[in-house]
């Protein structure tokens, strides 16, 4: 397991949101997060990146990064995984890159920030914007000339570039047009099977979950109630709650591809 | 972006002449009829008509007006009475010194206000906040007039800091006489190779500019804070934390990028409101520019210089917005891109 | 977007509204200062007769005898240049400053909101109109014109409260029009429309009552703003005259005693002060309570 977590626990004060036993995810592996909202699917990813404080919470238990304790890791030294071994991918594209910002003076930022020097930086940058098949000009763009679904490529080349090990993909498709979540989907599988990248995909959406993931976690109350192979849970759920979630999709297709 | 240019220089010439109606609004809005002041209080009937005739009132208004929209593009503002020079020459001589101090006192209050505020929004609600918080409050509601009085008993006659009064000091009229090229002293001193003078001038300002730069510190202080403290709820701060980037990045380049945009305009006001402040300063510290002329012109009912400082201070106003909008407009691309 | 819980940690209930505004009132001990402050200076304006020692020098009386008498028992705040009590002037001072306030505030709303309303809502050319005389009011600092204003006419504290007033009344305009345009610009608007209710009625049950919120905030941070535009005009002369205390006017007075006689100028000034500052602190804090977009940031 790249990432393992085990007994996580984030609270607000008393109250507490994040509750997970386990959970890992393996070298090229895409592990779906499944659940509703409010089950606190996102707050597991900021505990993650060590964020938590950033809104008020507390985190306990551990995360374990190819052996590497997160929990116990400086500010410092938690910067520096950031973005360099986790990467993070956030649902609403157009919101979260800085609107005064050129998108390519973001990617740059970031590169060298961890270690590049220019021409490095814009090479990768260059390299991972062909391979999300879009064209390196869009860097010199404001997010407010690019549309959802390129800005959700942007932000997986800037994953690409890192050379992240992990991708934290919170809700990244539930903002997107039908065929542009198709697009964003088949990224995601490229980064599992060239680059071999864990990538945990959070949605509350069972049908996309099903579709893309190799592992299902089932979340709700901040707890993980069932976590198995796709075609397991979506054919044979064992708890109630994964059973209300297939039920609320349409038509489902269990481990059937595209 | 030129049509945006453009469209913002259109409706700046369209203000301009709106302010030149306004101001001929308010010198016609004296009581009394200024024939009959003119003519003097032993004039006949006929001597008050024939000084109508002279000062123009017998035409309509509209023609009235037009002579002195005319007027006012031509350059002739009138007379100034209490100096009996041509109040546009007046304040030609007049303005440099004011616009240096003012735009010293801009300085000032930025270099103090943007990290203050920075500092706020960073751990706001602890005690620092707190105190810069009631501190920039404490600098918008200032009194300058009283501060500029309290200052100078206190930094100049009492510890003897500072210098009293003046631009500079007088001994330096005979020593390093200024030679004037721009008019702008802290310039043509420099460029004359006239240190002294230029430090004499430096030391001169200190007082008036920080007094000045009062509110404006105190305005871009809270402006800051609270525009960084609204950004920090978007979405994209959490990506750039994602990114590993460390909180005085977070802060200082990307959240405060947008927060220069308000900022910006937040200057643009307070250039204006402090170009008039010296009107309630400079006179306290003998500095001569606008607010000592206009201070003059106060004591002796000098209508026509009062009006023409106002006009003048309100087209100057008007151009500080416009390059400000322009310059909102190239750093923020969501303004030019609508 | 990744937030906290919508819920404030404790308890998972909306709570009571009385601890909800006590939690308010403690998150932000400047404006209950500000507060305090500004109820204890409306206090000591009503009160002013009583509490004067020498309520007679507010008025015209002169004491030859005491003239530039440093602070004492008797005088806590000295004498002026005629002999009268400061204490006494500037008590009777706070009755003059925040009463001109209110009025120009008034006035400026009167003129203003009207104005607002209807280029926000009627749109078009109206709105074009309104917007251009609104740009051009504004092209002028604040206090200049009402500087302007003030010079041409006869100088008196009627004549101040109507230069201000003046001057003031655009801010309001552009305030309420903006607020006007966005709820007319509103689905619920547009139905009330077609279902044949009247324009006035929209304005008044709809229209108003949204925008005035962002009004009220920003009237109470305009206080301090007026009370510092009265007292410089009058320390210009163009406002109060002798012997009103009108605190700017008595620091012009003092001026030219100031280095000998400090009293004279430091106490009507402190008083201009604490005043402006009272009042833009409880205006900060209003607007911190009624800002829709609080964001509770530890």
């Not at chain 1, 386990?22 to 990813?45: F, P, R, Y």
């Not at chain 2, 006239?194 to 001169?204: D, L, Q, T, V």
């Not at chain 2, 959490?238 to 937040?266: D, I, T």
């Not at chain 2, 009006?307 to 151009?319: M, Q």
Request: aromatic share 8%; hydrophobic share 55%.
């Amino acid at each position: 397991m790249r990432l393992s977590i085990t007994g996580l626990q984030v609270s607000f004060g008393e109250q507490r949101v994040v509750r997970i036993a386990e959970l890992g995810i393996a070298e090229a592996e895409i592990v779906g997060l499944a659940g509703d909202s409010g089950s606190g699917k996102s707050m597991t990813t900021l505990a993650v990146l060590g964020l938590a404080h950033t809104v008020g919470a507390r985190v306990s238990g551990s995360i374990r990064l190819d052996g590497t304790e997160l929990t116990k890791l400086s500010q410092r030294e938690m910067r520096e995984v950031r973005g360099s071994r986790i990467a993070a991918i956030f649902q609403s594209p157009a919101m979260a890159f800085n609107p005064v910002f050129r998108v390519g003076s973001v990617v740059h930022r970031a590169l060298r920030l961890h270690g590049m020097s220019r021409a490095q930086a814009a090479d990768a940058a260059a390299r991972a914007m062909r391979q999300v098949l879009l064209s390196p000009s869009l860097l010199d763009r404001y997010p407010s000339q690019l549309s959802g679904g390129q800005l959700q490529r942007v932000a997986i080349a800037l994953a690409l570039a890192l050379r992240a090990e992990v991708l934290l993909a919170d809700e990244p498709t539930s903002a997107l047009d039908v065929t542009v979540q198709a697009e964003v989907l088949e990224l995601l599988r490229e980064l599992r099977d060239r680059e071999r990248m864990s990538v945990l995909f959070i949605s509350h959406d069972l049908a996309v979950v099903a579709e893309l993931c190799d592992r299902v976690a089932i979340m709700a109350d901040g707890a993980i109630v069932e976590q198995g192979p796709t075609s397991q849970v979506v054919t044979a759920p064992r708890s109630p709650q994964a059973a209300e979630l297939l039920a609320a999709v349409p038509r489902l297709q269990p481990g059937a591809g595209r | 972006m030129t049509v945006y240019v453009a469209r913002r220089v259109a409706l700046a010439a369209l203000v301009v002449a709106g302010v030149i109606v306004l101001t001929f609004v308010i010198a016609h809005v004296v009581p009394g009829d200024p024939a009959a002041t003119w003519a003097g209080p032993h004039a006949s009937a006929a001597q008050v008509a024939a000084a109508r005739r002279y000062l123009g009132l017998d035409r309509p208004p509209a023609v009235q007006l037009l002579s002195y929209f005319g007027g006012i593009l031509t350059g002739n503002w009138g007379i100034a009475i209490h100096t009996h020079r041509p109040v546009l020459s007046d304040l030609a001589v007049a303005a440099p010194a004011s616009l240096e101090l003012v735009t010293a006192a801009m300085i000032i209050a930025l270099v103090v206000a943007v990290p203050l505020g920075l500092i706020s929004a960073r751990w706001p609600g602890r005690a620092g906040d707190q105190v810069i918080r009631a501190g920039s409050i404490l600098g918008v509601s200032m009194p300058i007039f009283w501060m500029a009085l309290i200052f100078q008993l206190v930094f100049t006659q009492r510890l003897h800091l500072l210098p009293v009064a003046g631009e500079y000091s007088p001994n330096l009229l005979f020593t390093h006489p200024l030679t004037r090229l721009t008019g702008f002293g802290l310039i043509d001193a420099p460029l004359t190779g006239n240190w002294p003078m230029f430090g004499s001038i430096c030391a001169h300002m200190v007082l008036p500019a920080v007094v000045i730069a009062a509110y404006p510190a105190g305005l871009i202080t809270r402006m800051v804070r609270a525009q960084v403290l609204d950004t920090l709820g978007d979405a994209h701060v959490q990506m750039v934390r994602a990114l590993g980037f460390g909180e005085r990045a977070v802060f200082g380049r990307f959240a405060m990028k947008l927060s220069w945009n308000p900022v910006l305009a937040a200057i643009a006001l307070v250039f204006g409101y402090s170009l008039v402040n010296t009107f309630l300063v400079e006179a306290i510290f003998d500095w001569p520019g606008l607010g000592s002329y206009a201070t003059d012109a106060i004591a002796t009912l000098d209508t026509p210089a009062i009006l023409g400082v106002t006009l003048f201070i309100a087209l100057v106003y008007v151009v500080v917005n416009l390059i400000v909008d322009l310059i909102q407009a190239a750093i923020d691309p969501r303004i030019r891109l609508r | 977007m990744i937030e906290a819980p919508s819920t404030v940690p404790a308890a998972g209930a909306r709570l009571p509204r009385g601890q909800r505004l006590r939690q308010g009132l403690a998150a932000n001990p400047l404006m209950v200062a500000g507060g305090v402050m500004s109820a204890l200076i409306v206090v000591i304006a009503l009160l002013a007769p009583l509490l004067a020692p020498f309520p007679a020098d507010a008025g015209s009386a002169t004491h030859p005898f005491m003239v530039l008498r440093p602070p004492s028992a008797q005088h806590w705040f000295g004498t002026d240049n005629v002999g009268r009590d400061i204490y006494s002037r500037v008590l009777y001072g706070a009755r003059i400053s925040p009463l001109i306030a209110v009025v120009v505030l008034v006035l400026a709303c009167a003129i203003g909101v009207p104005l607002g309303v209807a280029a926000g809502y009627f749109g078009g050319w109206l709105d074009e109109a309104i917007m251009r005389v609104t740009d051009i009011f504004l092209a002028f600092p604040s206090l200049l014109l009402a500087l302007a204003l003030a010079e041409v006419l006869p100088p008196s504290l009627i004549t101040l409260t109507i230069a201000i007033a003046v001057t003031w009344w655009p801010w309001y305009t552009r305030l309420i029009r903006g607020q006007a345009a966005s709820v007319a610009g509103r689905p619920y608007v547009e139905s009330c429309r077609a279902l044949g209710i009247s324009r006035t009625w929209i304005i008044f049950r709809h229209i108003l009552p949204n925008s005035l919120t962002p009004l009220i905030v920003q009237v109470s941070l305009d206080v301090g703003g007026v009370i510092l535009t009265t007292s410089a005009l009058s320390f210009l002369g163009l406002g109060a005259q002798d012997p009103t205390p009108e605190w700017g006017l008595m620091v012009a007075e003092g001026q030219n005693y100031f280095t000998t006689a400090w009293w004279v100028v430091t106490f009507p000034g402190l008083a201009i002060l604490v005043t402006a500052f009272a009042f833009t602190l409880l205006g900060d804090g209003l607007r911190d309570l009624l800002d829709p977009k609080r964001t509770f940031l530890r």
